[in-house]
């Protein structure tokens, strides 16, 4: 349920490109600020700034937090200031660690190492939750599209794997555990109602339930479009398309059956998507959040879609248990 988002401190969210993401990511970062006393950070980590224009930034998002209009801290995980905050914590003069990061033989190792940039904004976001040294309550990080998410997310076993010994062992043996904690992380698809995110989410569901174990609570279907006839609705249209293959009807009557057919259609073809996603993944909870034809900005669609995400939590704390 949505409501046990509000509790989580680390929150992932991940899905095909292009299903809306970083959407998500501030929605439910502003939801979670809305609804409780939490202090939350929402967080990307990369070149482009999706979460900048959401959250009606004029200036891209940089490593330090910044505060947006609706009082939302957002920032953006810079990897190599993250690795440069690691090295000097367990070296404990900033300029050795300095010394070291901008060493060309270290640079070589951190480039070409496959885990070392995932490890060092893995470990930049735990020390933001650290009790008595973070600032945060709660961070909601925009994960990578689902072919790199399970990497990024085994980073820290994949690091504990090879060092085995010795203080970084034990900071990505923790790490691990914090992340295959369901008490502390939650996992978070996105998806959209189409065939190939259908796939791609039951696909990555199965990889990051097998590497890190029950922490994937939900799955959020994106832009979902609304019954566009009822019931009855429905009979007249398919009165009028059995006539229109008879008669000869106005051109603009023609069309405005066309359009109908096409809206049904669609509504149909998603309904289906969603039910096989139900039956590929009964035990994950699912929220649709429906296509908004009338949003006027970004940063207006996150507030219309959190509007959204509200009223489904009061609905859901309605509810008889």
Wanted: net charge neutral; glycine share 6%.
């Amino acid at each position: 349920m949505i409501n046990e988002l509000l509790h989580k401190r680390l929150i992932f969210v991940t899905g095909k490109g292009g299903v809306g993401k970083s959407t998500l990511v501030a929605c439910l970062a502003l939801l979670i600020h809305q609804q409780t006393e939490r202090r939350v950070l929402a967080c990307e980590a990369g070149p482009c700034s999706a979460l900048g224009p959401l959250l009606g930034l004029g200036a891209p998002l940089g490593h330090a937090p910044v505060r947006s209009p609706s009082g939302l801290a957002a920032s953006n995980v810079d990897p190599d200031r993250a690795l440069m905050g690691i090295t000097q914590r367990f070296l404990r003069s900033p300029t050795i660690a300095r010394a070291t990061v901008s060493n060309p033989f270290t640079q070589l190792f951190f480039k070409t190492a496959p885990f070392v940039s995932e490890l060092a904004t893995l470990l930049h976001l735990r020390q933001l939750l650290h009790p008595t040294e973070g600032d945060w309550d709660t961070v909601v990080f925009d994960l990578p599209s689902t072919g790199h998410a399970t990497s990024f997310l085994t980073a820290p076993s994949t690091a504990h794997g090879l060092l085995r010994v010795g203080g970084l062992a034990q900071l990505t043996q923790r790490l691990d555990e914090a992340l295959r904690d369901p008490e502390h992380t939650s996992i978070v698809l996105v998806t959209r109602p189409e065939p190939l995110p259908i796939l791609e989410t039951v696909t990555l569901h199965a990889q990051l339930t097998q590497a890190l174990g029950p922490t994937l609570h939900h799955v959020f279907i994106n832009m979902v479009h609304p019954n566009p006839l009822g019931d009855a609705e429905r009979d007249a249209l398919n009165r009028l398309t059995a006539r229109a293959s008879g008669d000869d009807l106005p051109p603009a009557l023609t069309r405005l059956i066309e359009g109908g057919v096409r809206g049904v259609s669609q509504r149909d073809q998603e309904q289906r998507q969603i039910a096989r996603l139900k039956a590929a993944l009964p035990s994950l909870q699912q929220t649709a959040l429906p296509y908004l034809f009338n949003a006027r900005s970004d940063p207006d669609l996150v507030t219309h879609l959190t509007d959204v995400l509200t009223n489904a939590l009061d609905a859901q704390r309605r509810a008889p248990y």
